[in-house]
């Protein structure tokens, strides 16, 4: 079983979408945050505020090495920038979940922890320049993707099922 990949924006429900999938599936849960936290012994937000975001992207870079030649049989959540490593299509087959940036920002804020899962997210406390790079990004995404979600106005529950039945019509 090869392993699958899911990008997209901060906030756009990959994590959530794993934990469902992997109820229905022989896939193991791996999210790349929380390697590098378990790595690190602190939290994104303190690697962030201590070292600074050129030394996550580093730390990010390891952990793609190591996926691509460690991990199989997994679904695998990333943080919204790990698509920058050099190596993602080696790691996986790659599913972008994809939702406008203001449905995403909606989305975040009406949840009942909205104000921690903005607070844990240091690329999320100015809006405007989220934005910007949310805009930078999404083509990027889409040049990557074997196969695109769209999430917008869907359950968890729905996004998990599209998941399965495309991942099965691609494998
Ligand atoms: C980031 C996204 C975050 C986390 C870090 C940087 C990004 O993960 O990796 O704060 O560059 O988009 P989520 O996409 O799970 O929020």
Request: proline share 2%; aromatic share 6%; glycine share 6%.
């Amino acid at each position: 079983m090869k392993n699958i990949v899911l990008i997209g924006f901060m906030g756009v429900g990959k994590g959530s979408i794993v934990r469902e999938v992997v109820k229905h599936s022989k896939y193991i849960a791996v999210d790349t945050d929380d390697l590098i936290e378990s790595m690190q012994n602190r939290k994104i937000k303190s690697i962030f505020e201590e070292d600074g975001e050129a030394y996550f992207r580093k730390i990010e870079k390891k952990i793609s090495k190591w996926l691509q030649k460690s991990v199989t049989n997994s679904l695998i959540s990333t943080g919204g920038g790990f698509y920058k490593v050099k190596n993602l299509k080696k790691i996986g087959i790659i599913v972008l979940l994809d939702s406008p940036f203001d449905e995403i920002i909606k989305s975040i804020k009406s949840h009942s922890n909205a104000v921690n899962k903005l607070k844990k997210r240091p690329l999320l406390s100015d809006l405007q320049k989220a934005k910007e790079l949310y805009d930078l990004r999404r083509p990027e995404y889409l040049a990557l993707a074997d196969i695109v979600i769209n999430v917008t106005n869907k359950s968890i529950s729905q996004c998990s099922e599209e998941l399965i039945k495309k991942v099965k019509k691609d494998a």
